[in-house]
């Protein structure tokens, strides 16, 4: 098939939600969620795009390896419970709802991140346990966590390659328990995801762009710009779908 415009804008979306995901060690989400429903309805979409986001965090977690920390693995105990239950509930309730609740938790993300960036930095490790499940639930019934896995991971006030590394664990083992169990019920199949099988070819370049710039700490003053603007268009598509 010849690429049309719209086929271009969806792999633009594409590659950067995984350049967003290398370079903040999520947010990724936020832009693949919306598009895979734009593409492929509320259920599948937010199914393929966990598979998409889990064969994309394997490569960047051996890319921020060395910056892993230990308290990442107590952080996604919580990660993997909570996204399990949420992943049941994707499973149960109508359409309507899914795309209701990727939108709640798209507004909900760019509210923290205009008013409360700055409320929580440190924490009880317990409490940033419960924030973490609590994404969980929210990412496996809508796609994407909001923004209680930035504050989960903020809350353990580490330094900012380590921070990223922290969030890499919880995105990759909640996106990998979303999508084994999505598959596995059914929601999309091999043959739907083979249907955006050139999106793992982005993976290593669009990771290797994430950490270089974060190896070098020179991340672009408009690229906040850039990540809103795009899942701003696909909100709006969600909407449209949605009313």
Do not use: C
């Amino acid at each position: 098939k010849y690429l049309s415009v719209m086929n271009i804008m969806l792999i633009l979306a594409v590659f950067l939600a995984f350049f967003v995901s290398a370079l903040m060690g999520q947010g990724g989400g936020l832009i693949m969620a919306p598009v895979m429903i734009a593409a492929f309805g509320p259920k599948e979409g937010v199914a393929i795009a966990a598979v998409l986001m889990a064969a994309n965090n394997v490569i960047k977690a051996a890319a921020y390896l060395r910056s892993i920390p230990k308290v990442s693995f107590l952080l996604a105990i919580g990660t993997v419970a909570g996204t399990l239950i949420g992943s049941l509930l994707l499973v149960s309730v109508p359409e309507k709802i899914v795309l209701f609740a990727a939108m709640a938790s798209i507004l909900a993300s760019f509210g923290y991140e205009v008013f409360g960036r700055q409320a929580l930095r440190i924490g009880d490790k317990n409490v940033a346990v419960l924030f973490a499940a609590i994404a969980g639930i929210t990412s496996g019934v809508s796609g994407t966590s909001g923004p209680l896995k930035a504050v989960s991971v903020r809350m353990m006030n580490l330094q900012p390659l380590r921070h990223v590394g922290a969030a890499t664990v919880l995105s990759l083992v909640g996106d990998v328990t979303k999508a084994i169990a999505l598959v596995a019920a059914g929601v999309t199949s091999y043959s739907s995801v083979l249907e955006v099988g050139w999106a793992f070819a982005l993976m290593p370049l669009a990771t290797w762009g994430g950490w270089y710039i974060n190896s070098r700490k020179m991340k672009p003053q408009w690229f906040g710009i850039l990540f809103w603007i795009t899942i701003g268009a696909y909100l709006l598509r969600l909407a449209v779908k949605a009313f």
